[in-house]
């Protein structure tokens, strides 16, 4: 059964997130916010609304994370190849649209587009293997930074590319 607390007015200022809910202490996770009044009793809410843990105002008992460039550079690389595949599927449609009506439209760029596409798919491929094989680095090793920068530099050069020739390949249509 929920407690009603009443608050003063220092812990109205201190509680940020919307429509907060006092709990029972079993039912808190570790995902959810604790505030403490001044004389040492704790309130705890519960977030209803599911707030993402990234927007809940900080706990500043805890000494302030430091960012790992390892943990940031393999999550960059797996967006980026997510954002590849992504790229592969949406020109394989258009592949498979031109290629299947060849036959019943008579297109003037079809050889251009086909080549595009089919080039288009392949630098993305060839991409997202070289991204892999990134991901598979360690960034904290000193020796690997420079293969490490410029591989992604590289891939920051062949990402352009890509994203000219899909230029070329859409204003085909």
Same mark, same amino acid.
């Given at each position: *059964?929920?407690?009603?607390?009443?608050?003063?007015?220092?812990?109205? !200022?201190? @509680?940020?997130? +919307? &429509? *907060? @809910?006092?709990?029972?202490?079993?039912?808190?996770?570790?995902?959810?916010?604790?505030?403490?009044?001044?004389?040492?009793? %704790?309130? %705890?809410?519960?977030? +209803?609304? %599911?707030?993402?843990?990234?927007?809940?105002? +900080?706990?500043? /008992?805890?000494?302030? &994370?430091?960012?790992?460039?390892?943990?940031?550079?393999?999550?960059?690389?797996?967006? #980026? !190849?997510?954002?590849?595949?992504?790229? =592969? *599927?949406?020109?394989?449609?258009?592949?498979?649209?031109? =290629?299947?009506?060849?036959?019943?439209?008579? /297109?003037?760029?079809?050889?251009?587009?086909?080549?595009? $596409?089919? #080039?288009?798919?392949?630098?993305?491929?060839?991409? $997202?293997?070289?991204? &892999?094989?990134?991901?598979?680095?360690?960034?904290?090793?000193?020796? %690997?930074?420079?293969?490490?920068?410029? =591989? /992604?530099?590289? @891939? &920051? !050069?062949?990402?352009?590319?890509?994203?000219?020739?899909?230029?070329?390949? @859409?204003? *085909? /249509?």
């Amino acid at each position: *059964m929920l407690k009603a607390y009443s608050m003063s007015d220092q812990d109205r !200022i201190t @509680v940020t997130t +919307p &429509m *907060m @809910v006092p709990t029972t202490e079993n039912e808190i996770s570790e995902k959810e916010t604790v505030y403490t009044q001044n004389d040492s009793k %704790k309130l %705890k809410f519960k977030n +209803p609304l %599911k707030v993402p843990v990234a927007l809940l105002p +900080p706990d500043r /008992n805890q000494p302030p &994370m430091i960012l790992d460039p390892n943990i940031y550079s393999t999550k960059k690389t797996v967006m #980026t !190849i997510l954002c590849l595949i992504i790229i =592969i *599927m949406a020109n394989s449609i258009q592949l498979k649209f031109v =290629i299947k009506n060849s036959a019943s439209i008579y /297109n003037q760029f079809y050889s251009a587009q086909v080549g595009l $596409g089919i #080039t288009s798919v392949l630098l993305a491929a060839s991409i $997202g293997f070289v991204l &892999m094989y990134s991901a598979r680095l360690n960034y904290n090793d000193e020796y %690997k930074q420079r293969k490490l920068d410029f =591989i /992604n530099n590289t @891939v &920051m !050069i062949l990402l352009f590319v890509l994203c000219i020739l899909n230029i070329f390949l @859409v204003a *085909m /249509n």
